[in-house]
């Protein structure tokens, strides 16, 4: 990980280096976390380490592990596909609101479009934070196009389990392609204004990611 310069929000930087550390595995579940050891490595005093670490155990991220110490919670399959159930039903309603207003927005209808185009511009060596980037862009697009904020603030605290989820299958190049296809039939539903199929695919989609998220993340456990 690369120091940090001491920056007024030096806390939010901490917790957002080791969350991005956490989500592409540089630190993987089960790895022990010292704070001693992450000040060193991000180049800052044990404060901010402190106060991000308690921030991610309070988010379920990382549990706490012998004297004093953390170490990195492992996924639950089971928790990980409750989760995709819910932003299911969220997904769906903001495709739906999407849809309804993606002729009236001009701005929301190109911020679509562009997260689309990067999405479906990444390759075999695209690196698995910008893929999980591009993917967490483009929902974002559709959340805003939906015109509801709440949608957004009741999805953002789950948005670091998504993202480390992600992980599991977004390294997989079949299963990378098959995303962004259904993202473009999201998009397009959404961006013809056809409501009831933009519901429909966004629904589908999610179900599928968290069937698939799910097998990943058991096949893993198993052959540990």
């Known amino acids: 990980m690369i120091?940090?310069?001491?920056?007024?929000?030096?806390?939010?930087?901490?917790?957002?280096?080791?969350?991005?550390?956490?989500?592409d595995r540089t630190l993987p579940p089960g790895q022990r976390v010292r704070q001693n050891e992450l000040a060193e490595k991000l180049g800052v005093s044990r404060q901010p380490v402190s106060h991000?670490?308690?921030l991610l155990h309070r988010q379920g991220l990382v549990a706490e592990s012998g004297r004093r110490g953390f170490e990195v919670t492992q996924l639950d399959?089971?928790?990980?596909?409750?989760?995709?159930?819910?932003?299911?039903?969220?997904?769906?309603?903001?495709?739906?609101?999407?849809?309804r207003r993606s002729k009236a927005d001009a701005t929301g209808r190109d911020r679509l479009e562009s997260a689309l185009r990067a999405g479906r511009s990444a390759d075999e060596k695209t690196p698995l934070a910008r893929l999980i980037a591009?993917?967490?862009?483009?929902?974002?697009?559709?959340?805003?196009?939906?015109?509801?904020?709440?949608?957004?603030e009741m999805i953002a605290p789950q948005w670091p389990h998504m993202r480390r989820s992600m992980a599991t299958v977004l390294s997989?190049?079949?299963?990378?392609?098959?995303?962004?296809?259904?993202?473009?039939?999201?998009?397009?539903?959404?961006?013809s204004g056809n409501a009831r199929a933009a519901e429909a695919a966004a629904l589908a989609h999610a179900v599928n990611a968290g069937q698939k998220t799910e097998?990943?993340?058991?096949?893993t456990l198993e052959a540990a």
Request: glycine fraction near 2%; avoid cysteine.
């Open 3 to 23: 120091p940090l310069d001491p920056l007024p929000n030096l806390a939010d930087q901490v917790y957002e280096r080791i969350l991005a550390a956490i989500i």
């Open 215 to 219: 097998e990943r993340l058991k096949a």
């Open 172 to 191: 997989e190049l079949d299963y990378r392609d098959s995303a962004w296809t259904e993202h473009a039939e999201i998009a397009a539903h959404i961006l």
């Open 77 to 99: 399959p089971p928790r990980i596909r409750q989760l995709y159930e819910v932003r299911g039903a969220i997904d769906a309603l903001a495709a739906k609101l999407a849809a």
């Open 52 to 54: 991000a670490l308690h």
């Open 134 to 152: 591009f993917d967490v862009d483009f929902h974002r697009a559709i959340y805003r196009l939906a015109g509801n904020p709440v949608i957004e």
